[in-house]
């Protein structure tokens, strides 16, 4: 408090004091001037009466210590002004009178002071509790307005990404909420109610609904979570595919009660992932095409040699039928050799036809020895034009992978072609080396080795990413299919270094198909 302020307030106490004890001298001179009025007009003495009035009139306004000097005042005016009218006794009266009242006007102020305490405590506690209650109504209404903001939020974020939510109880599937975007999914009106089981178990598809509820009823027996792709069958004819996602809720018996989850239309996903196969399906069938046009020379040469071979055997024959005396036998071994020159070269291009052919990619039991076999003889003059051996290490009763023919075909042929790409400037030649045998998890592991360079220094973990490659001419996109190739099967693809040189690729496919279609 400054000076200013200490000064005004000193003052104001000062000002108060002198009113109240000036109030007790004003309501006794009252008193004492209506008495003498009473007097002049012959009237009966009241100062008493009056006197008592000003007693209680200070002692309500002025205080307790005002009161008393009143009663003090009117004691000594009684006495002084008025003794002549009574004796003794009746002072004696008056002044015990005026003693009384003003103790039972102490009396009345200190209860009316502890009253008007009380209400005044009462009056702020009611008004901290209004206060209080103003407050919580106003946070109440930003909670609720907060809500509605989360709940409008939630309900854009669900349709922005087609995700319904809901949750169902266990004991009788009845659905105790469903959200906006959920009856989006499904088809179902939110005007009409909430759908019941029945309902919801028509929208499943046909085929799903054996696999659908499956996974419900197991994750009910284990009280566990559940996660499941089916689809959906429209009224209109509309198939939509959904992810569903389950959460079980257990009460504190460890009773299952509810689930609780979510449902998300994955359509769009599902479509995107058909076309990426089927972009993935051309470009393999590109790259093929395109492999298999750099190598028209080597399979000339590799179709032309039973084609001769072929030719030189049908003249034999014909020389051995036309002398003067037919040697059939000989003519008969010279036809036969002629016929299995011909079934080789058949045999070659049908090989060239099949890896031409282009088509949706079919899972059959394939003998990967057989596969090796057949690219080795498809590359076998590509191997001859740079001088480059091939050895072999097939273990032999392998069992059979579940794959696509063409697609095997084609990573072998990708990876053996980089062998000899490799290889082909070496002054010496060099050595592919291709083995398969047992791995290990019921996989089969097959390899493909050369002498060549190597790995490119510090870019090794780069050689399967799209479009990266260390040929001149090089497209890189060899390696990226073959391992996609690979990954849809199920398997693996990857590349080392070897001691002192060259470099080997690894493949590892299921002997049991874990992959898809």
């Known amino acids: 408090m400054g000076h200013t302020g200490k000064t005004n307030w000193i003052a104001w106490a000062g000002a108060s004091v002198i009113l109240r004890y000036g109030l007790a001298f004003a309501s006794v001179a009252a008193a004492l001037g209506l008495a003498h009025a ?37 004691c000594l005016v009684r006495s002084f002004l008025f003794e002549s009218e009574v004796n003794v006794v009746s002072r004696v009266l008056y002044n015990l009178v005026f003693l ?97 089981w029945r309902k919801r178990l028509q929208r499943v598809h046909p085929e799903d609904q054996a696999r659908w509820q499956g996974a419900l009823d197991q994750a009910i027996d284990e009280k566990s979570e559940y996660e499941v792709e089916f689809r959906i069958l429209l009224p209109d004819g509309t198939v939509k595919h959904i992810h569903s996602v389950g959460h079980p809720v257990l009460n504190a018996s460890g009773d299952l009660v509810q689930f609780v989850g979510s449902s998300m239309d994955i359509t769009q996903r599902k479509l995107a992932e058909e076309a990426l196969r089927q972009s993935q399906a051309d470009l393999a069938h590109v ?137 082909k400037e070496m002054n010496a030649g060099g050595e592919l080396t291709i083995t398969s045998q047992r791995g290990e998890n019921s996989h089969l592991l097959i390899s493909v080795s050369d002498t060549g360079a190597g790995l490119p220094p510090k870019q090794a973990n780069q050689i399967f990413n799209a479009f990266f490659t260390t040929k001149l001419h090089g497209t890189g996109m060899g390696l990226s299919i073959s391992r996609s190739i690979m990954e849809s099967h199920g398997g693996r693809l990857w590349a080392a270094n070897n001691t002192p040189r060259g470099a080997s690729f690894y493949l590892s496919l299921p002997i049991k198909d874990e992959g898809h279609e």
């Open 38 to 74: 009473f007097l002049y007009f012959r009237l009966p003495q009241p100062f008493a009466a009056f006197a008592l009035t000003a007693i209680a009139i200070t002692f309500w306004y002025g205080g307790t210590k005002p009161g008393i000097l009143a009663a003090l005042l009117s």
């Open 100 to 196: 009384i009242f003003a103790l039972l006007m102490t009396r009345v102020t200190r209860v009316r002071d502890e009253l008007e305490v009380r209400v005044a405590e009462r009056t702020a506690d009611l008004t901290r509790t209004n206060e209080d209650l103003k407050l919580q109504i106003a946070e109440r209404k930003r909670a609720e307005a907060d809500l509605q903001a989360s709940q409008a939020y939630l309900a854009e974020a669900q349709r922005l990404s087609h995700t319904g939510s809901w949750v169902w109880e266990v004991v009788g599937r009845d659905a105790l909420h469903l959200s906006e975007e959920w009856y989006r999914i499904y088809g179902f009106d939110p005007g009409d109610g909430v759908p019941d």
């Open 287 to 423: 790259s093929r095409v395109t492999t298999m046009g750099e190598l028209t020379a080597s399979l000339a040469h590799e179709v032309n040699q039973p084609i001769a071979a072929a030719i030189t055997d049908a003249n034999t024959c014909l020389r051995w039928l036309t002398r003067d005396h037919p040697d059939l036998g000989e003519a008969r071994e010279a036809a036969s050799r002629m016929a299995k020159d011909a079934a080789r070269a058949a045999e070659i291009i049908s090989r060239v036809r099949l890896l031409f052919k282009k088509g949706t990619a079919q899972r059959e039991l394939v003998d990967v020895n057989e596969v090796i076999l057949e690219m080795i003889v498809l590359l076998r003059g590509e191997l001859t034009r740079h001088s480059i051996s091939v050895h072999t290490d097939l273990a032999a009763d392998l069992p059979q992978v579940t794959g696509d023919r063409v697609q095997l075909q084609q990573v072998l042929m990708n990876l053996m072609l980089n062998g000899i790409e490799a290889m």
